[in-house]
Nanobody
Framework: QVQLVESGGGLVQAGGSLRLSCAAS????????MGWFRQVPGKERDFVAT????????YYADSVRGRFTISRDNAKNTVYLQMNSLKPEDTAVYYC???????????????????WGQGTQVTVSS
């Protein structure tokens, strides 16, 4: 069982930056692949970024590639999402997610994930 708690959301002007954190409970965090997703009201939850258990393989949605960076610190049981050059269209509730994963496995579909945080709101003003 893994419990996830996101933090770091808020209101920022377009062009600004935010860093989201996702703290995980449990002693097996390093055996989980992690992902970030986002959702706006009335729409499906969209993939943002993912990385494998060791953090040496990452993958991004086209809409955020080059602006966002996903990383993890297994010693701290935490995964991060550094968001730069934010745009109004990045406004959403951001969720982190976890699922068991080994090797270079990464997962871009929300159906693959077993555990979810409660979400943190990111609002980008124009």
């Amino acid at each position: 069982q893994v419990q996830l708690v996101e933090s770091g959301g808020g209101l920022v002007q377009a062009g600004g930056s935010l860093r989201l954190s996702c703290a995980a409970s449990g002693r097996t965090f390093s055996s989980y692949a992690m992902g970030w997703f986002r959702q706006v009201p009335g729409k499906e939850r969209d993939f943002v970024a993912t990385l494998n258990w060791s953090g040496d393989r990452t993958y991004y949605a086209d809409s955020v590639r080059g602006r966002f960076t996903i990383s993890r610190d297994n010693a701290k049981n935490t995964v991060y999402l550094q968001m730069n050059s934010l745009k109004p269209e990045d406004t959403a509730v951001y969720y982190c997610a976890a699922r068991p994963g080994s090797g270079s496995n990464i997962y871009t579909n929300h159906y693959w994930y077993d555990y979810w945080g409660q979400g943190t709101q990111v609002t980008v003003s124009s």
